[in-house]
């Protein structure tokens, strides 16, 4: 058992893969590419055949693959972040039906706990976000209704953008001001 590799539960105090004998210098394949999709218990070594190292199933690395389904949209809002309240975990919102634009603008409060954790840098003050309501149908899995929040992502104003648009706004204001 002198080619045996194990893994330890994540948060014991020990290192996975052991430093002393690296496993995937020993695998026959060298490409971690060509074990995609594998849910392999152990693999073959190259010096010997016969004997394998018990590689835990999450230590291969397999490609992320698109899963095809689609999201049927029920409900639409364009959002604006009013305030934040870090105590309550939640935040207060303006938003717009985008699905129905005869009714009027809501206020609200959301949990924080409803935004991904990709977009939690971007809640902030003034923040446009898009909050969508729908059916959810992947093959193979029970149709789900989600909410999905995700905000917008432009790229910042540079100075030089601020200081047209500033030029520009006091031209337009002289003009307007003479009528």
């Not at 010096?47 to 690395?61: F, R, W």
């Not at 389904?69 to 364009?78: D, V």
């Not at 992947?138 to 500033?166: C, D, M, Q, V």
Request: some cysteine; hydrophobic content about 35%.
């Amino acid at each position: 058992m002198g080619n045996l590799q194990t893994a330890v539960p994540y948060g014991e105090e020990s290192t996975f893969p052991a430093p002393a004998e690296p496993i995937f210098g020993k695998l026959k394949r060298k490409n971690l590419s060509e074990w995609s999709g594998c849910q392999l218990d152990s693999l073959p070594t190259e010096d010997n055949p016969g004997t394998s190292l018990q590689v835990p199933k999450h230590a291969i690395a397999t490609p992320l693959k698109r899963i095809k389904g689609n999201f049927r949209l029920l409900q639409m809002w364009e959002g604006r972040v009013l305030s934040i309240d870090t105590e309550k975990n939640e935040f207060s919102a303006v938003i717009s039906d985008k699905t129905n634009t005869v009714f009027p603008d809501e206020q609200l409060t959301l949990s924080v706990e409803e935004v991904s954790r990709n977009d939690l840098q971007l809640l902030q003050e003034g923040a446009v976000f898009y909050w969508s309501i729908g059916y959810a149908d992947y093959p193979g899995r029970p149709r789900t209704r989600e909410s999905r929040i995700r905000f917008r992502r432009l790229p910042k104003w540079t100075h030089r953008e601020l200081k047209k648009a500033r030029e520009k706004g006091a031209e337009l204001a002289e003009i307007f001001s003479s009528y």
